[in-house]
């Protein structure tokens, strides 16, 4: 076949054109460590891509929702504990107040300590999370939950409502309890019973005889079995955050194990292989030097040059 | 004798100098395009009689210089060039756009991600401003990465609106150019002695093959050599010595795309159907226009019409921190109709969006028919459809008309064009975005029972009841024993209690369960100061993953999936076939080249063959010579 000199550079040029590219696009992809530099590398392996990485952020966000949930559990947690501690010494000086040999000022005394008591569960009650947020106030967690009246009760203006966090793909956790539920559970509040025993101990019975000494036992007893109640119910409410905090531990798990799954995935799919990169690049390289190469050897051959 | 022999060196002589400028001629030429080598054809002058000798030769002469040219060959090249061209520049263009989508860390996937991941915050601490803060901020970042990747569409439309006007002026000056050869060409096809004006009808070839590097075109050659030269399905570009002009226009169906029309005998410009032009770039670029880049910007505006339309719808059904209902997040596209330039102005036709989940990435045309009626045609598949039984919605959307109608009145209908360009965010004080539910419910203090109520939800038609808890803004419901029913609802019915069954009312849902006391009472109130609320924001954050769009069969994320493996897919088909094109195109052209092509080393030969032969012939003249001298040197 008659090649026309126009085709043999043409053909040269064509060559090593397409040789400089292929090894463009080698180094491109050893640059980025990716195989896949535009869609059309790999369709398929993109769109795929485009799932998994949504996969792996939707996990890390579950993740996130579950480290928020992790603080504000461990949070009540914690003033659960203090309250638990609390009702404890309230059980305590009732317990203490029942002595048949105290005086009136000895009651009093110990009303004092049962007030000083009160005021620091309603202190706990009150308890604000890392955003300054009120803990047990439901939704309305701008303002205390447990406000002191202008009647000297304590009443709950929160409301019920249950503060939920997607920890995983179907699963919404609640991240706190509301102030009813911990501590006005089933129409027993811990406040008024508090309150009413120590109304009761600072009312003098010394003149009233057996009939006044009948009272106090009455008023220690209510309160006895009301704070016995709230005290079972915060320990209820304990049980279940700790519940609500294992299986948080237990999602983690499977998430990180998602992850890790999902990102040796994403890997396979659009990660280069380096050792088979590299060796194509070479590959590559020796071709396009081989064209070069050819190229000048061939075009210094001509008839004139033996003339 | 010896006088012939004079002449028969001369013939010899002057062969061989035509031959080698015919040589020089070809060397000259080795590189210039579309030239086709030629050669001197020598034939013998013949003999004279000469009685009881025979016939004696008397030399030779230069009867043609012809061509070295294959017709077959050359049209062969000049299609295969013309598909490649329209290949590579689809290639090309798509690219561009494979390109747009290939940004992992700056593409919209990751954008929208941000955008959840954010929802998802204001979720979990929604009386943090911050977490809000970064919401409006994420949502700011996915609108405009949205217009960004939208207006990159659009600078595309406009390039190819500018190359298509600039075809029209290089198709009309290979038009002149082919027409005013043929007129030469026929000039001298009268004239020379049948010899074939070589270079004029190499140039002339050359310009149709650039001409079909432009658009797609077929030749026909007339009588006396000239060329009829048409595009498509039969438009004449050149007939004989006359060329039609194209110009550049704005189609009358749409006004965003330029279009050739023809100039007519009276001046008038009549537009070409797109279906005129295929082949080189000019096809190429119309393809792409009408496949790929209309797709790819419907596609982008069909996410971001169902992002807005229902983050907004979802945003609507909460309340911010002020407890007020939420208005629109994001502003909204909507669709665009455009009337025939041609139409007569009787009809309008407005369009609005009845269902964003049924949403195509077509675009359609209304035709309005003979005998008045009108049809609807979705483009993409160029199939007729109908209206939706229920709504009479097509592919979800309303289509309303006013006015008369004309027969061949047309309107196209963009559902979705606008849309990524249209997507803004309208909430900017984080205190309005709406993260909380409308509603709180409770159980009041005191109940005797073990009666719950369900935290309980709202649908969009809370929104529009005029005071959906009653004149109080709180409903109470109470309990009662011996007719098992709770009463209290705002229109002051009662409702039989069935544990655990949704009592919905004035667009809320509230489940009722346990064992309620007689007179127990459980409350339903607005969302006052509810500021550590995040029911509405979980419910934003659900729609990453809900199925809201096409017919409820794609997230946003898959529908995002689907252009990308739409376009990687197509980019990766054409880069195939382009490269199969080009080295389908290569190999005729060697072809042809190892035809018409000069090689210099074969140049160089004959320029050797034809030196020695002048040598020779001269040498032919000095024996005459010789011989003469010799005849007079007789004393």
Do not use: W
Request: hydrophobic share 40%.
């Amino acid at each position: 076949m008659r090649i026309s000199t126009q085709s043999f550079y043409e053909q040269s040029r064509t060559a090593m054109g397409g040789q400089q590219s292929s090894l463009l696009r080698v180094q491109q992809q050893i640059g980025a460590g990716t195989k896949i530099l535009a869609p059309s590398d790999d369709p398929l392996g993109a769109t795929r891509a485009l799932a998994v990485s949504q996969s792996i952020a939707l996990t890390a966000q579950y993740a996130a929702s579950r480290n928020q949930a992790t603080q504000t559990l461990s949070l009540e947690e914690n003033v659960l504990q203090s309250v638990t501690t609390v009702l404890q010494n309230v059980k305590t000086s009732l317990i203490a107040a029942g002595n048949g040999t105290f005086t009136d000022t000895d009651r009093a005394t110990m009303a004092t300590t049962l007030q000083s008591s009160l005021d620091q569960l309603q202190g706990l009650a009150n308890s604000v999370d890392g955003n300054g947020q009120f803990l047990f106030a439901g939704f309305k967690s701008g303002s205390p939950p447990f406000a002191s009246q202008a009647d000297g009760g304590i009443k709950y203006v929160g409301d019920q409502g249950q503060r939920l966090m997607q920890v995983d793909v179907s699963r919404q956790m609640a991240g706190t309890d509301d102030g009813r539920s911990v501590f006005q559970r089933d129409g027993n509040d811990v406040f008024a019973a508090i309150q009413d025993v120590i109304a009761a101990l600072n009312t003098p019975v010394e003149g009233a005889g057996a009939v006044g000494q009948a009272m106090v036992v009455d008023a220690l007893a209510a309160a006895n079995r009301n704070i016995t109640s709230a005290h079972d119910n915060v320990l209820t409410v304990r049980s279940s955050v700790g519940a609500r905090l294992q299986e948080l531990d237990a999602l983690a798990v499977t998430g990180d194990s998602r992850t890790l799954y999902d990102k040796s995935y994403l890997s396979d799919l659009q990660d280069m292989d380096y050792s088979s990169a590299i060796a194509e690049y070479y590959q590559r390289q020796t071709a396009l030097q081989a064209s070069q190469q050819t190229f000048v050897k061939i075009q210094q051959i001509a008839l004139f040059n033996y003339l | 004798m010896s006088n012939s022999m004079f002449y028969t060196g001369l013939s010899g002589l002057n062969a061989a100098q035509a031959a080698l400028v015919t040589t020089g001629h070809n060397t000259a030429n080795v590189n210039t395009p579309g030239y086709s080598r030629q050669s001197a054809q020598i034939a013998s002058s013949g003999g004279v009689y000469s009685p009881s000798v025979g016939f004696i030769g008397n030399g030779a002469k230069v009867v043609d210089v012809n061509r070295s040219y294959d017709q077959y060959l050359v049209s062969q090249l000049n299609q295969a060039q013309s598909t490649n061209q329209s290949l590579s520049t689809y290639y090309t263009q798509i690219s561009q756009i494979d390109n747009l989508l290939a940004n992992q860390t700056a593409g919209l996937a990751p954008q929208m991600q941000t955008l959840f991941t954010h929802v998802q915050a204001v979720a979990n601490t929604p009386a943090d401003p911050a977490a809000r803060e970064q919401l409006i901020g994420s949502s700011q970042a996915l609108a405009n990465q949205f217009r960004s990747m939208d207006q990159y569409l659009r600078n595309l439309s406009a390039d190819i609106n500018g190359q298509v006007a600039g075809s029209a002026d290089q198709i009309n000056s290979y038009a002149e150019q082919i027409a005013s050869l043929n007129k030469q060409v026929a000039m001298f096809h009268g004239v020379a002695g049948g010899q074939a004006p070589n270079d004029l009808l190499d140039q002339r070839d050359q310009l149709v093959n650039d001409l079909g590097k432009l658009v797609g075109i077929r030749v026909v050659v007339q009588d006396g050599g000239q060329y009829n030269v048409f595009m498509g399905n039969g438009q004449s570009l050149a007939l004989g010595d006359k060329a039609t002009r194209l110009v550049a226009v704005s189609s009358a169906s749409n006004p965003e795309r330029t279009t050739l029309a023809v100039v007519n005998a009276a001046g008038k410009a009549v537009e070409l159907q797109e279906s005129m032009i295929s082949g080189g770039s000019l096809g190429g670029l119309m393809q792409f226009r009408s496949e790929t880049l209309t797709t790819a910007q419907n596609s982008l505006g069909r996410i971001a019409i169902a992002l807005a339309d229902s983050f907004n719808a979802q945003h609507q059904q909460g309340v911010d921190l002020q407890g007020v209902l939420g208005e629109n997040f994001f502003s909204e596209a909507s669709p665009g109709v455009i009337a025939n330039s041609k139409n007569a102005a009787g009809l309008t036709v407005t369009a609005a969006f009845s269902d964003t989940c049924q949403l195509t990435t077509s675009d359609y045309r209304l035709d309005v028919r003979a005998d008045l009626t009108f049809a609807v045609t979705r483009l993409s598949d160029n199939t007729m459809i109908s209206p939706d039984s229920v709504t009479g919605a097509y592919d979800g959307v309303t289509l309303t008309l006013a006015g008369s109608a004309t027969a061949g009145d047309s309107f196209l209908i963009q559902p979705t064009r606008t849309g990524a360009r249209d997507l803004a965010v309208l909430v900017t004080d984080p205190a309005k975005v709406a993260a909380a539910s409308p509603i709180v419910t409770g159980n009041t203090f005191g109940n005797a029972g073990s009666g719950k109520i369900s935290a309980g939800t709202v649908d969009a038609s809370y929104r529009d009841a005029a005071a959906p808890l009653g004149g109080t803004g709180t409903v109470t419901l109470t309990y009662d024993s011996a007719s098992n029913t709770f009463s209290g609802f705002p229109d002051a019915s009662t409702a039989a209690y069935t544990p655990g069954e949704a009592l919905s009312f004035n667009g809320m849902t509230v489940t009722l369960s346990g064992t309620p006391s007689d007179g127990d009472t459980f409350t339903i109130e607005a969302n006052t100061s509810g500021v550590s609320d995040g029911r509405n924001a979980l419910l934003l954050g659900a729609l990453q993953n809900k199925k809201t769009m096409g017919g409820s069969t794609a997230s946003f994320g898959d529908a995002y999936g689907q252009l990308v493996s739409t376009i990687g897919n197509k980019a990766r088909q054409l880069e195939i076939a382009n490269t199969a094109q080009t080295s389908l195109a290569a190999q005729i052209r060697s072809a042809q080249q190892s035809v018409s092509g000069v090689n210099q080393d074969e140049e160089t030969a004959n320029l050797l063959m034809f030196q020695q032969m002048y040598q020779a012939n001269a040498k032919v003249i000095q024996t005459a010579s010789t011989m003469f001298d010799a005849v007079l040197g007789i004393r």
